[in-house]
């Protein structure tokens, strides 16, 4: 138990490091297809930025994706830190 408490503690620590980020990259993405849409809506004859688009949309998509498996993580992760506890009451 002593092995794995610093162990469960640092993964838990980079989860929510890396869930942070993967928020804030999310938030960027939005802010850029809204400012796209913005862009496509103001202009008489835009660009071909279609391509763009789609692949924000589908970076986003993979960050969700990468959101709830991160916070599947955390969750077992979480449970594994209070197993440890539990263990070291006794």
């Given at each position: 138990?002593?092995?794995?408490?610093?162990?469960?503690?640092?993964?838990?620590?980079?989860?929510?490091?890396?869930?942070?980020?993967?928020?804030?990259?999310?938030?960027?993405?939005?802010?850029?297809?809204?400012?796209?849409?913005?862009?496509?809506?103001?202009?008489?004859?835009?660009?071909?930025?279609?391509?763009?688009?789609?692949?924000?949309?589908?970076?986003?998509?993979?960050i969700?994706a990468?959101?709830?498996?991160?916070?599947?993580?955390?969750?077992?992760?979480?449970?594994m830190?209070?197993?440890?506890?539990?263990?070291?009451?006794?």
């Amino acid at each position: 138990m002593s092995l794995l408490g610093p162990v469960v503690q640092e993964m838990d620590f980079n989860i929510v490091s890396v869930r942070k980020s993967q928020s804030e990259l999310e938030k960027e993405i939005e802010r850029l297809m809204a400012e796209l849409q913005l862009f496509l809506a103001s202009s008489a004859s835009p660009p071909e930025v279609e391509p763009a688009v789609q692949k924000l949309i589908k970076a986003r998509r993979q960050i969700m994706a990468a959101n709830s498996t991160l916070k599947n993580v955390q969750e077992r992760v979480d449970r594994m830190h209070h197993q440890i506890e539990k263990q070291q009451k006794k």
